[in-house]
């Protein structure tokens, strides 16, 4: 799926602890989106950015979550004090442009125990 | 915001059957996806078609965005073919897609 990584591809964390999910994008796409798939449901939006920018965050719960886009580096997704219902597959996407394609990632799968 | 009705839930196949998934929304359509996510649980890009007809091998994609509408055609089906196939549809002023619930097709051999 041209070349969109993630990692870990699986992580299990406690109640509390934090979870750090990575995405790095196709080589030249500065568009990249989080996506949360619950078990035998489809994909729900969370975070859109660009290079340093938020553009929007209407999907992401408001307490515990954050995601960042550095100039340099991958985007990350980061949880606080995990909760079981924080349980779910995360699919990072990439897209050249917003009206592009967006190409999915492998997904990380998160189980908090 | 956008509604997204796939149809039908659940599908069983036989090797060689000819299938149509179905993908009704409900707003004008800015872009539209499917996706096949495999028993592993990776997304595949199969169509990007906001409007128009496409053929990849033995998948083609219809929609008629006036009738709000999209259609995957599955021929010759394999037991590869076997997961999850994804409509996502934005609309309006935005291009972030909201996903249907999926059709979870089996194809026995």
């Known amino acids: 799926n041209a070349g969109v990584m993630q990692n870990p591809r699986h992580l299990v964390r406690r109640r509390g602890q934090e979870a750090r999910l990575r995405c790095s994008p196709v080589k030249g796409h500065s568009h990249v989106y989080w996506y949360r798939q619950l078990p035998e449901e489809g994909l729900k939006f969370m975070v859109y950015l660009q290079k340093e920018n938020i553009i929007d965050e209407s999907g992401m719960p408001k307490e515990r979550f954050s995601a960042e886009f550095p100039k340099e580096g991958p985007s990350i997704l980061r949880i606080q004090q995990v909760v079981r219902g924080d349980s779910a597959a995360y699919f990072c996407?990439?897209?050249?442009?917003?009206?592009?394609?967006?190409?999915f990632g492998p997904g990380t799968r998160l189980l908090v125990l | 915001g956008i509604q997204v009705e796939q149809s039908p839930p659940d599908l069983i196949l036989q090797e060689g059957a000819n299938s149509t998934l179905r993908c009704n929304f409900s707003d004008s359509v800015n872009n539209l996806q499917w996706f096949h996510q495999n028993p592993w649980g990776q997304l595949i890009n199969l169509f990007y078609i906001p409007s128009g007809t496409k053929q990849n091998g033995r998948l083609s994609a219809t929609t008629v965005a006036t009738e709000r509408y999209s259609l995957l055609y599955i021929s010759s089906s394999q037991t590869t073919d076997s997961g999850v196939y994804f409509c996502?549809?934005?609309?309006?002023?935005?291009?972030?897609?909201?996903f249907g619930r999926g059709t979870s097709l089996i194809v026995h051999p």
């Open positions: 996407a990439s897209s050249q442009d917003l009206q592009e394609t967006q190409y």
């Open positions: 996502a549809v934005a609309s309006g002023g935005s291009y972030i897609p909201t």
